[in-house]
T-cell receptor, first 114, second 112 residues
Framework: GAVVSQHPSWVICKSGTSVKIECRSL??????MFWYRQFPKQSLMLMAT?????????EQGVEKDKFLINHASLTLSTLTVTSAHPEDSSFYIC??????????FGPGTRLTVL | DAKTTQPPSMDCAEGRAANLPCNHS???????VYWYRQIHSQGPQYIIH???NNETNEMASLIITEDRKSSTLILPHATLRDTAVYYC?????????????FGQGTRLTINP
């Protein structure tokens, strides 16, 4: 299947700082990218959907000013967690899709906020 | 999208077939059944999907009942590396931003 990468794979930051996570589609152009969050022993929760060149669509309950998503090119989307707090500590996973093709997931980024 | 119901956990012996059930009694005619799995601390991995016919690929087989209200994912010869959480998802595979909504899945443990 297609390859999706995320960087960094893990990050530790202090409370109040901002953290940027990158999601790249390595061998295809992703017209749509999705961002998920997963807390320990829970399922994946969709945070937002982004289409290249347009604003992201956020799921109910997800603060768009706190989780900034940029999908500036067909191979890159970024998620910035602004003013991170310990409750934002989680496993963040992106997925990418080209047209009507299947979604392929990245390996995830583990964020720990101290 | 229709809701799915899966057992929370299952065990299977290494080398045997693992059969994972999924109920989707409210599935609509244009909704597909997708299966993904997530190995600990990794992103989900696509396994297989189908509409009404049974499907097989190099990873697994998908058996969908005639009324489409339930399906079974079959891993023919389970290995220890198949230990993961398996998610059954029903959704419309059409144009637009079709999102995957994950339920709680089945935690499959393959025992040596």
């Amino acid at each position: 299947g297609a390859v999706v990468s995320q960087h960094p794979s893990w990050v530790i930051c202090k409370s109040g700082t901002s953290v940027k996570i990158e999601c790249r589609s390595l061998d295809f152009q992703a017209t749509t990218m999705f961002w998920y969050r997963q807390f320990p022993k829970q399922s994946l929760m969709l945070m937002a959907t982004s289409n290249e060149g347009s604003k992201a669509t956020y799921e109910q309950g997800v603060e768009k000013d706190k989780f900034l998503i940029n999908h500036a090119s067909l191979t890159l989307s970024t998620l910035t967690v602004t003013s991170a707090h310990p409750e934002d500590s989680s496993f963040y996973i992106c997925s990418a899709r080209s047209g009507r093709a299947e979604q392929f997931f990245g390996p995830g980024t583990r964020l720990t906020v101290l | 999208d229709a809701k799915t119901t899966q057992p929370p956990s299952m065990d299977c012996a290494e080398g045997r077939a693992a059969n994972l059930p999924c109920n989707h009694s409210t599935i609509s005619g244009n909704e597909y059944v997708y299966w993904y799995r997530q190995i600990h601390s990794q992103g989900p991995q696509y396994i297989i999907h189908g509409l009404k016919n049974n499907e097989t690929n190099e990873m697994a087989s998908l058996i969908i009942t005639e009324d489409r209200k339930s399906s079974t994912l079959i891993l023919p010869h389970a290995t220890l590396r198949d230990t993961a959480v398996y998610y059954c998802i029903v959704r419309v595979a059409a144009q637009g931003a079709q999102k995957l909504v994950f339920g709680q899945g089945t935690r499959l443990t393959i025992n040596p």
